[in-house]
């Protein structure tokens, strides 16, 4: 029932940090306690088990009185002040490294799923390392024939030495489909074999560890490499997938690994969070070249605890990584990211109504794909489907790469079909969708987009429509996959054609021309915001693309109505849904909660039930605490003065009982079953004939929270989520009633939003 | 002592808002006897005394009270839908209201203060309402003498018929002067008369309003247009002030105001505040240009309550104010601020070094000028000198007049010579800090710097040198005096001419030459760096100013050389020192308390102390409660089971009390001196011969929040600080021990940091 025993629990009450007797002097008199601060008091205390979630005070608690410790000490000695400067400056060393490794790894990333893209089509003479693109930038051709150069060859060309006719065409498909299933089923072996974690987009996972859940490897070095690796291959191999999502969850493997080199974030769970949050901006910020944009995704969409130093750092951090990445240089073109664009047309106020309407078919296909991918996934969580996932990966890359390589624009990979969409037509593009029909003698050069639409035009037209048809249905089934995907892409992908077949006709008639890129852009950002319900990190991330404020009303505009449109079919983000649906306890900080309960209508024990299992202050003996322990499974229990009063002195955690009774029994001499625990300064009054008493009062929390059974559940949810609490105790005048946990918080809210309770699965 | 009765108190406690039982129900049936919420219970109910602070749990409860209403009925008919909707959206329109509002009179005051500041020096003749600029694009001379048009009269040239010679120089001079003089005075009487808090920047107050202050008439209609008119007034004089935190108190102003047009936002301060987060954002936005930068300003310096819907609704604010001042157009370039640059240059990873060296210069003018202005502005407070605000300011202006006319370079507005300042030379080009010798011949057109200086560089070296100087000293006295004062511009502008004084001379002999306005922008950055402590809003505000991701690290590395120099100094920013002058009760989130001292260190009463004074639940009579009302002046009451058990039940505001008793006494048969008051569901039980009973249990709080007294005081400073605490109960083994306010927090901390507790005035 309540604190019910998980796989472990958190061992220190906030009281017994720091020597075991921080806390117990005048206040100001504590340095001589202190001393042995720094000593870990019993082997295994202070951490947490895996699947539970952490006490944020206690945490915040600890790393406070460690750096008093340090402060303090600075004044002794040389050594000491060196020390203390050295604690303070390594957060900023920890942003750079993390920054540098989440750079390098990202170009690393780029460069090699560029490279593996190509090789499904062909192979470079001149070198195999080189990509399509490096190839023929190698050779001496003209500038608009740049793809065709006598150094790239394709399969058919490799092998039957020519790359015309029916057979080519066929056994260029066949090796583009061989190449991409061995990409995709080498990614899904990996990740069964070596880093069952590595696998989906992990931004919920992210979320729910930065809220204070433990889940353990999740950020370990076997899920970076075989992320990093198998992202590259699943990239590669076509699926309908982004690498932006993935990309987060690497930069913060990167950032949990490198806190393992300073005590300071190795040590405290809260802090190491706060390095997670600004690893987790520099994440966004390389994968969309958009470091503004990264720290604020990081600050509305990611992060649970983020003071403003944080903010800072993050952003530190977030520069850095895109700093590295562009020294990397991946694109060969001096950019952050692949698509960077700049067009300078003015938009007109009536345009506003095209983009509203982008927005609401954002919202719509948001709110369709969320309800579509969890349905999917659940039904892949409950039936036999799970136990395949070799195969179904399998089965989706063989439908993907079939239905893919006969569409010129799905062949394509989604980054280089995003580019080509979001450019601007120059006269000498050599592009399709760019086939204007040139009237160099009629027309000024720079008036493109008033020249008529060739053919090429209207070819691209239906084959980005059916594009956009198949990737809407095949991403559906992809994300949630055993390999890693990302969903940024695919969604901003997605939405774009649409409105360009609606569009371009009028364009390349009209006089008054739209700029086709500019509509991408904001569907895009109506996609990804009806998905992911994103508001101001997507408009800044979009607006650093783009590098102009002019187009900010747009996106503004696409952004709310798709973020408005798609709450109103369904309230949850796609990472907020898939966080659910794995049952995490995660407490929403966006939500308001809007009931009128009580904490007496949550607390433990309820109405019915037995009362609440309390320890007395001085008068039980060894015997009746073992009892208590063997009997019930809660991770504490409240201490009382007596059981008649029900006052309440203090809580102490199951876990710190076991391990002192047992010690004392072992090594304290003459503690028998009946010896009296008490936890008071002085021993309780007793004949003496009685056997010796155990005095635990170092492991009591004399500071747990409390309640009035009358407080609204509105209070106590806004209490658990700004102070990050585990449980919390209700009183009713003065005397101890009930408990409520985070679980039971949880379970509560779900029940009023007509949920399972019982989808909270961890503790 | 404890809670002491300030000026006034607040009225009710939590649990008695909405129709005094929305909370005593089991839960979910509480429709019934909330019907009447809306009405207002008792007159003056809710509302706050001036210089107090709110309770922001009691006003978020209220709000999620009345949202709840709002949403219940909104299924009973289409007009409560519809009146649902409209609630809904009426935060957006709000907004916009706010955005337009805020731009237009930033548009207005940019045009009236460019012109006033022309007219100290002449006249147009073409018509007196055109700047010197305007009325020159009136007429048709050359693109180079742009400046000399034959429109544009300057006083002696009116006056005289010609500008030539001694006398006319004199003759301007003293005009100069006349006009300098005229605009302050009449700016510091307006302040004077009609809205004394329409003075200084503003922020200080702001910040402690948003905090939960309250100070009446501080955001008013009075305030608003007595600021607009003496800020045109004070930056045409020439004072060395800026408009920017001006600009955000004007914007605040309005959302203040437009706040009244909707009941969400007039009745409850907290949703007020939200409104007045997003007000300053668009303040700065309008000041700077930068939408973004001015929602993390407000995030990061300005705001206290500030959850992601406001963070998103800050951006729409910050947006459309913005693109109102574009459409407005105010200094005809359509760009948003006068001192927009683009440079394209890049820089060398050597360069950090002088950056770095800026930021330190930076860093340490900023505590400088912090330590001589609050040094200056606690003399003005506590001697004489306080008395003659008008003669102050006569003075001060007289003196920055007489002083800055000779130096071409103080002579123009700020805001212009920071625009000549920050932009690059062009070639043609008229400004003496361009005048290299044209070679036109030897070097290439386009490469400018290459070129040898001229003398006119070497004047207007030092002549930027003296100004420099000169701004410097006039500023520390400047900002704190009675006229409405921004400091962003003057501290942007004080740094920057030191930087050029070393590099120009090397630019302007070497190959490898260095971008002289990329270090204006540095020099600038590490200045205001080191006045306010901003950090990311500062490097965005900039990066939005040059729109260049390029330039964000040397920014980065000045502004944070400059915190950290600055922070080693002095801790404390311009805007927190003032509001420590002024001791208001503000509690700074960005601080850690890290002293170790307890609950039961800061409570009330005092180890020595009579007890606490508290009531009981059901034996105290009339009679008593009246004694206890008039022999203490505490603004609330703990209410008991009973004296000798000090078991808490809840807790009683003084203003309930003594309006419910004098209401019973009156209107309430049978209620004499010696009826029993009771807080229980049900009355005790007592002889029927006694006197009819007061049952007041509507008026008690039965949440009060309690923390023990071992509690640490990091942990109460937190809960405070996120819970927007009043007051907080202690007690030991659940007994009653005392009490902490908000008030004695902020006493105790000044305690620890050495400071006078006494200087906390408000409650």
């Known amino acids: 029932e309540l604190l019910e025993l998980g796989k472990g629990v958190p061992v220190l009450p906030r009281s017994s940090l720091g020597g075991f007797s921080s806390y117990n002097g005048g206040g100001m008199n504590g340095t001589s306690t202190m001393m042995d601060f720094l000593e870990e008091p019993l082997p295994g205390v202070g951490t947490y088990e895996d699947f539970n979630t952490i006490d944020w005070v206690r945490e915040k608690s600890r790393d406070r009185d460690r750096h008093r410790e340090i402060t303090s000490r600075s004044k002794e000695s040389t050594w000491a002040l060196i020390h203390s400067v050295s604690d303070a400056f390594s957060g900023w060393l920890l942003m750079l490294l993390?920054?540098?490794?989440?750079?390098?790894?990202?170009?690393?990333?780029?460069?090699?799923?560029?490279?593996?893209?190509?090789?499904?089509?062909?192979?470079?003479?001149?070198?195999?390392?080189?990509?399509?693109?490096?190839?023929?930038?190698?050779?001496?051709?003209?500038?608009?024939?740049?793809?065709?150069?006598?150094?790239?060859?394709?399969?058919?060309?490799?092998?039957?030495?020519?790359?015309?006719?029916?057979?080519?065409?066929?056994?260029?498909?066949?090796m583009y489909v061989v190449w991409a299933l061995l990409f995709s089923l080498l990614a899904v072996l990996l990740v069964k074999g070596f880093a069952p974690y590595a696998c989906g987009s992990g931004i919920p996972e992210i979320k729910t560890i930065l809220s204070g859940f433990i889940i353990r490897g999740y950020l370990g070095k076997w899920t970076l490499i075989i992320k990093t690796i198998t992202l590259v291959l699943a990239v590669s191999s076509g699926l309908s997938l982004g690498k932006e999502g993935p990309l987060v969850h690497v930069a913060c493997c990167c950032g949990n690994i490198l806190c393992h080199l300073f005590t300071k974030y190795r040590k405290n769970e809260a802090k190491r969070r706060e390095v997670l949050s600004a690893a987790a901006a520099a994440g966004v910020s390389v994968a969309f070249g958009a470091p503004i944009g990264g720290v604020l995704f990081s600050l509305e969409e990611v992060s649970y605890y983020f003071p403003l130093k944080t903010l800072w750092r993050s952003f530190f951090a977030a520069l850095v990584a895109a700093f590295t990445l562009r020294s990397i240089n991946p694109f060969?073109?001096?950019?952050?990211?692949?698509?960077?664009?700049?067009?300078?047309?003015?938009?007109?106020?009536?345009?506003?109504?095209?983009?509203?309407?982008?927005?609401?078919?954002?919202?719509?296909?948001?709110?369709?794909?969320?309800?579509?991918?969890?349905?999917?996934?659940?039904?892949?969580?409950?039936t036999k489907l799970g136990k395949y996932p070799v195969l179904e990966v399998f089965v989706v890359t063989a439908i993907t790469a079939i239905l893919a390589f006969p569409n010129e624009y799905t062949r394509m990979s989604t980054s280089e079909l995003i580019s080509e969409l979001f450019n601007d037509c120059g006269i000498l593009d050599?592009?399709?969708?760019?086939?204007?029909?040139?009237?160099?003698?009629?027309?000024?050069?720079?008036?493109?987009?008033?020249?008529?639409?060739?053919?090429?035009?209207?070819?691209?037209?239906?084959?980005?429509?059916?594009?956009?048809?198949?990737?809407?249905?095949?991403?559906?089934?992809?994300?949630?996959?055993?390999?890693?995907?990302?969903?940024?892409?695919?969604?901003?992908?997605?939405?774009?054609?649409?409105?360009?077949?609606?569009f371009s006709g009028w364009c390349s008639q009209g006089a008054d021309c739209i700029t086709p890129g500019l509509y991408a852009m904001v569907g895009a950002a109506a996609c990804l915001g009806g998905v992911t319900r994103m508001t101001v990190s997507l408009v800044v991330i979009m607006f650093e693309l783009t590098g102009g404020l002019e187009y900010i009303v747009p996106l503004m505009a696409a952004a709310m109505t798709s973020k408005w449109v798609a709450d109103a079919i369904g309230r949850e983000g796609i990472y907020d849904a898939h966080i659910r649906l794995n049952g995490y306890p995660f407490l929403e900080a966006k939500e308001e909660f809007s009931h009128k309960t009580l904490a007496m209508d949550v607390m433990r024990p309820r109405r019915n039930d037995p009362p609440l299992t309390v320890i007395t202050q001085d008068s039980m003996t060894v015997e009746d605490v073992e009892t208590i322990i063997n009997e019930t499974t809660y991770s504490g229990y409240p201490v009382v003065v007596s059981r008649e009063s029900q006052r309440l002195v203090g809580f102490v955690l199951r876990r710190d009982l076991i391990i002192s009774v047992e010690n004392a029994?072992?090594?304290?001499?003459?503690?028998?079953?009946?010896?009296?625990?008490?936890?008071?300064?002085?021993s309780p009054p007793l004949p003496p004939?009685?056997?010796?008493?155990?005095?635990?009062?170092?492991i009591l929390d004399l500071s747990p929270f409390t309640v009035t059974d009358q407080t609204p559940m509105e209070i106590v949810v806004d209490i658990f989520r700004k102070l990050g609490l585990r449980q919390c105790l209700v009183t009713h005048n003065g005397k101890l009633l009930g408990i409520i946990t985070k679980k039971d918080v949880l379970k509560h809210i779900a029940q009023l939003a007509n949920q399972d309770p019982d989808s909270i699965l961890f503790n």
């Open 430 to 502: 050599s592009s399709k969708l760019c086939e204007y029909v040139n009237d160099f003698n009629s027309t000024k050069g720079d008036d493109l987009p008033d020249r008529a639409a060739g053919p090429g035009v209207y070819t691209a037209m239906w084959q980005l429509a059916l594009a956009l048809i198949m990737k809407v249905f095949i991403t559906i089934f992809t994300f949630g996959m055993k390999v890693p995907s990302g969903l940024f892409i695919p969604s901003m992908l997605a939405y774009y054609h649409h409105d360009w077949a609606i």
């Open 98 to 174: 993390i920054g540098l490794l989440a750079g390098s790894l990202a170009g690393l990333i780029d460069i090699s799923a560029h490279w593996m893209t190509d090789l499904k089509e062909g192979v470079c003479l001149a070198g195999f390392w080189f990509n399509h693109e490096h190839c023929c930038w190698k050779s001496n051709t003209t500038f608009t024939d740049r793809d065709k150069c006598p150094e790239w060859k394709s399969w058919s060309q490799l092998i039957l030495g020519h790359g015309e006719g029916a057979f080519a065409y066929i056994l260029n498909y066949f």
């Open 332 to 382: 060969g073109n001096s950019r952050l990211v692949l698509f960077y664009v700049e067009f300078h047309m003015p938009w007109h106020l009536l345009e506003l109504v095209p983009f509203i309407l982008l927005g609401i078919f954002g919202g719509l296909w948001g709110a369709f794909f969320i309800r579509s991918n969890i349905a999917w996934c659940r039904r892949r969580k409950t």
């Open 665 to 682: 029994r072992k090594k304290q001499d003459g503690i028998v079953s009946t010896s009296i625990i008490y936890f008071t300064d002085h």
């Open 689 to 698: 004939s009685s056997p010796s008493m155990l005095k635990l009062r170092s």
